[in-house]
């Protein structure tokens, strides 16, 4: 359950809805990033060295112990495209470096008042909460040059008797959709970042 943290606002959620029993949470991810994949991105010969430096927020607020796991995806995501490498701080003379900011723009208030009313109704009244996140990318490289990139991105979330809030998209666990959303921001970053140098 450690993962399902970075979800606040299905947490409210479901939380609320736990006053009744067990319903199950389906997520769905914005399919806005569907056509960008590892197999766009070119991968070089060396990937580059880079030093990650990843923090949480919810609504702005720093949420240190949240960082630690954007930071695991984030260097799983960077090793995958083939064109990064993560190495730890204390080799970080004239590396590259890329500071990861993920902003969870979450309304607790009313993700708890729909998890209630769908608990209560054992969930034959069923909810849906839009998780956003904004995801901010500072890449510095080794010659000290910067790029900064943003990335908003969503993930979908009912509980109950609701309808998918988006077609062919694959329900999934909310721990394996905030992973999927921190691939798709790492792909399209690394893209974007190849078609500008």
């Known amino acids: 359950m450690k993962k399902i943290k970075l979800s606040f606002a299905v947490v409210g959620m ?50 240190p112990k949240a960082a630690k796991e954007l930071q695991s995806l984030a260097e799983r995501s960077l ?66 040059k910067q790029i900064d990139q943003r990335y908003p991105h969503m993930i979908l979330s009912t509980v109950g008797n609701k309808k998918a809030p988006v077609e062919n998209v694959q329900p999934m666990a909310i721990n394996e959709a905030f992973n999927k959303v921190v691939d798709d921001v790492v792909i399209r970053f690394t893209y974007d970042l190849q078609k500008q140098q």
């Open 14 to 63: 479901v939380a609320a809805t736990q006053l009744t029993g067990c319903l199950s949470v389906k997520a769905y991810v914005d399919p806005a990033y569907k056509n960008t994949s590892y197999s766009d991105i070119k991968r070089p010969s060396q990937p580059i060295p880079v030093v990650l430096t990843a923090e949480f927020q919810r609504n702005g607020v720093v949420i």
């Open 79 to 144: 090793r995958a495209t083939g064109v990064f490498s993560p190495v730890s701080q204390s080799n970080a003379e004239n590396q590259a470096k890329l500071h990861l900011t993920a902003n969870n723009a979450a309304d607790l208030g009313e993700a708890a008042g729909k998890g209630a009313l769908t608990g209560l109704t054992f969930g034959a009244v069923g909810s849906a909460i839009t998780d956003k996140y904004d995801f901010k990318f500072k890449y510095i490289d080794a010659q000290g």
